[in-house]
């Protein structure tokens, strides 16, 4: 009788040891940057043969890993130090960014190189946004020149949707609003942007990262203000920029003059404290007032503090001649609206009787 129980199976294959120096090869940034630089010093300056160069090597070489690295020679030409400095020890590349020339023609060029990268590899993605954060935060430690070329950049980049605008999050970091370097990378950011596209495709990037309201933290705390915004800019070439902030502020105004009424209505608030409030807000904010007219004048009817009879009759010939344009075009489909429901009731009751 056998009394030995039987062996359990087992699965047996050969085990591959991995070199050491293959290993350092694979996963080394230096050597990464080696190659890199090496190829782009074989193309010249000739973008599209970096483009080129640059898809198929992905193929090659490990960019998910390195995104980082990639950007930073693309950009800078080599390894950024924190700070933005390139270290003494490293090799560079003057096929980058920052060492080509300054003007609109050569950064659009740049961007078509970013461009085609990106719509290759699309993980690289959000290493790239990561990237632009990081060097934005990094402007002190670039030359004029260098804060140039990347503003020119990445306007073309929002523009063309490669880049996202919450990116310019990082512009809103204390030391560079102090020292005046955010506002004057914005006037060539917004410069590059407008151009390849216009304020209202600009205004929508911006609305849509909630940012289209924060513009003006780009100045210290004591020059936040609408006439210092709009003077700036409006100096620096970018006068519609200017127009679309102020506008925004109105409408900012605006809708807290009737957040504020709508709040005073429910409260029950007296009828002669909500008219006191109405005509303290004509003389401190009258354009505000002017433009937000319509939407009170509702607000007191739905709230029926007025009724249909003297807003008609005010249309009709009680108004002032100063303003009268303004106020009367806002009231204008209101009032038709109001004749319709009257002219309705009356016939709704005549066929009653």
Not at 25 to 51: H, K, N, W
Request: hydrophobic residues 40%; neutral net charge; contains cysteine.
């Amino acid at each position: 009788m056998n009394n030995q129980k039987p062996q359990k199976p087992t699965l047996s294959g050969q085990r591959f040891k991995t070199r050491k120096r293959d290993e350092k090869e694979r996963f080394d940034p230096t050597q990464f940057q080696d190659c890199i630089i090496q190829g782009l010093s074989e193309t010249g300056t000739d973008l599209e043969a970096v483009a080129k160069f640059l898809d198929a090597s992905g193929a090659k070489l490990d960019y998910r890993r390195y995104a980082e690295t990639l950007f930073d020679i693309l950009v800078a030409g080599g390894m950024l130090a924190p700070g933005g400095t390139l270290a003494d020890d490293m090799t560079r590349t003057n096929v980058c960014v920052f060492a080509a020339q300054e003007d609109l023609e050569t950064m659009q060029a740049f961007a078509q190189v970013f461009n085609k990268l990106i719509r290759r590899y699309k993980y690289l993605e959000k290493g790239f946004e990561d990237e632009v954060k990081k060097l934005l935060l990094f402007l002190k430690g670039f030359s004029e020149s260098e804060r140039n070329k990347l503003a020119m950049l990445t306007g073309i980049l929002l523009a063309n949707g490669t880049l996202n605008a919450s990116i310019l999050n990082s512009l809103y970091n204390e030391n560079l609003v102090k020292e005046g370097v955010s506002a004057a990378f914005a006037v060539k950011l917004f410069k590059s942007w407008i151009n390849e596209k216009d304020i209202n495709a600009v205004a929508v990037s911006l609305r849509k990262v909630n940012m289209d309201n924060r513009l003006m933290e780009l100045f210290p705390a004591n020059k936040q203000s609408v006439e210092h915004f709009s003077k700036y800019f409006t100096e620096a070439g970018l006068k519609e920029l200017s127009e679309y902030v102020r506008n925004q502020q109105s409408i900012g105004a605006r809708k807290e003059l009737q957040k504020e009424l709508q709040e005073q209505m429910s409260r029950g608030d007296p009828f002669k404290d909500i008219i006191l409030y109405v005509k303290e807000e004509m003389k401190k904010n009258n354009i505000h007032f002017m433009k937000a007219f319509q939407k009170i004048v509702v607000l007191f009817y739905k709230a029926e503090v007025l009724s249909e009879e003297p807003i008609l009759k005010w249309y009709k010939d009680a108004h002032l001649a100063k303003g009268k344009s303004v106020f009367l075009e806002q009231m204008k489909k209101f009032v038709e609206w109001l004749k319709n429901a009257e002219e309705e009731s009356e016939s709704e009751a005549e066929e009653g009787d």
